[in-house]
């Protein structure tokens, strides 16, 4: 970011509720059917059928607004935004506009500014308002790709339309492109937590588009907007931001000025495109929705919702931090999706060490879970199992190098810690007259070696320690090794 200018940035983000059938009729909303499939007079926009309200989909968007901070109004409105567009079977999408679903949250988000190797520098709170959160329907998709003729042909499959949508818009807070990465991931999260969306991006669940303008330090007008659109994933966002704000930012200073256009990423060219600039911009001509009755939710339905929410990932993270003594970056991880929470908080207190169980958690659970593809609901090594082999390691019973391998082992196997370790033998000796006795014939055996090391070679001290351990065949505790080697070897003999 050029010295002496500042960032603008509003966000969008259009979040499919995770109901079973669509907003206003009872068409499945499976992914992947056969195009059209799911469709009937309702959502095909076919004169005379009328639409019912999903009462699932209000219970969602309910959930997603409390998760968000928002306050739910007792009575809002169905509009009709018009336009045309060949997705679009009715001319209109039911939404909602000036009397929406819920209004004025306020969030406080962790973020992060990230050096060249996308790496966080400093974490601090930034305060976040959220202006809205209503509920629409999704548009059906043009289909331009596998089809026969696609040159000549526009093909349109409507399974899509109809499906209920959560649109949540921000004030434009955000001062920098990482601000707005760490916001939608943090909505994401907070809508797969309380489980309103499955919010994946890849899948189309989740999509989010950017206004953004850039404005000189000190000025307090707003610079002219442009809206950014096609943002495929979160990094996708980020670095179409950062993009738009050394464009915007060059045109300035070399004398031209900021047109009001909506732009499109394009990933591979690593730029934003002109796709329609303000004179064509549609005027929606909204109006209140006559098949629909005003969306009425009581206090006591409200607060119904409100009760079955599970403790919330922020806050979780928080009283994870001080009930475990974990650190930011430890809970954060932790608290990256309910399951794993809930995994942890379990192998934690089986364990007796919280800390430790973390440790083996993130950085070696977690791995072979990744290598394998697998989420920590499907892992082979159950919470239980975790703890008992962070015990073993505790108690001395195996060294922490062993560990990993056993823990290699459990994952492959599905078998538990102790089974492993006895199977293999690989019970470490922690017994001290039995470390004693080994040490004593190493020290025997070695005369020149402890001459030496008396006379002040202390380079010396690794040879017993690897005398020991392999007198032992590996099975002596390190650390008890260690301690004993140092007395013994310091006693005058
Ligand atoms: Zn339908």
């Not at 959560?166 to 920098?176: C, L, N, Q």
């Not at 050394?246 to 690593?270: H, P």
Request: proline share 4%; aromatic share 8%; with cysteine.
């Amino acid at each position: 970011m050029k010295e002496g200018w500042e960032t603008v940035i509003g966000l969008e983000i259009h979040a499919q509720l995770s109901t079973e059938s669509k907003i206003f009729c009872g068409c499945s909303t499976r992914f992947g059917d056969e195009p059209n499939a799911n469709t009937c007079p309702v959502c095909l926009g076919l004169p005379g059928a009328l639409p019912v309200l999903n009462e699932r989909a209000v219970e969602l968007g309910a959930r997603a607004a409390l998760a968000l901070n928002l306050e739910i109004n007792e009575r809002s409105i169905f509009a009709r935004k018009n336009y045309f567009y060949p997705d679009l079977p009715k001319g209109y999408q039911i939404s909602q506009y000036d009397q929406p679903f819920s209004e004025r949250g306020e969030l406080e988000i962790m973020t992060a500014e990230r050096d060249e190797g996308g790496h966080p520098r400093q974490w601090r709170p930034v305060r976040v308002r959220i202006t809205r959160l209503h509920l629409e329907e999704d548009a059906g998709k043009n289909v331009h790709e596998g089809l026969p003729e696609v040159e000549r042909y526009s093909y349109i499959d409507l399974n899509r339309a109809g499906t209920p949508l959560a649109e949540i818009v921000t004030e434009p807070d955000f001062r920098s492109s990482w601000e707005a990465y760490d916001y939608v991931n943090y909505v994401r999260r907070a809508l797969q937590w309380v489980g309103a969306s499955e919010a994946d991006m890849e899948k189309g669940n989740l999509r989010c588009e950017a206004n953004v303008s850039v404005r000189r330090k000190g000025d307090t007008a707003f610079g002219t907007k442009v809206e950014l659109k096609n943002l495929n994933s979160v990094r996708f966002m980020q670095r179409a931001i950062e993009y738009e704000i050394e464009r915007q930012i060059n045109l300035i200073e070399s004398g031209g000025r900021v047109t009001q256009e909506t732009r499109l990423w394009d990933e591979r060219a690593q730029e934003t495109r002109v796709m329609r600039s303000k004179e064509e911009a549609h005027d929606y001509r909204y109006f209140p929705e006559p098949d629909l009755q005003p969306l009425v939710v009581s206090r006591d339905f409200i607060e119904r919702v409100r009760e079955s929410m599970p403790e919330l990932p922020e806050a979780r993270r928080k009283r994870m931090m001080e009930e475990y003594q974990l650190s930011f970056s430890d809970a954060s991880q932790l608290t990256g999706e309910r399951a794993l929470a809930d995994y942890y908080e379990q192998a934690a207190k089986a364990s007796g060490n919280p800390r430790g169980a973390a440790n083996w958690l993130r950085s070696e659970l977690l791995r072979e879970l990744e290598t394998s593809g697998k989420d920590i609901s499907s892992s082979p090594v159950s919470p239980e199992e975790l703890a008992a082999l962070v015990r073993l390691i505790d108690q001395g019973a195996i060294s922490g190098k062993q560990g990993k391998d056993v823990l290699v082992e459990m994952f492959a196997t599905g078998k538990g810690a102790a089974a492993i370790v006895e199977e293999r033998g690989l019970s470490q000796v922690s017994d001290q007259s039995a470390i004693d006795a080994v040490i004593d014939e190493v020290i025997s055996a070695s005369p020149q070696q402890l001459a030496q090391y008396r006379a002040g070679k202390e380079t010396l001290f690794g040879f017993f320690v690897g005398q020991v351990m392999k007198a032992s065949k590996g099975k002596a505790n390190p650390k008890i090794v260690n301690e004993r080697l140092r007395e013994k070897l310091s006693q005058q003999g």
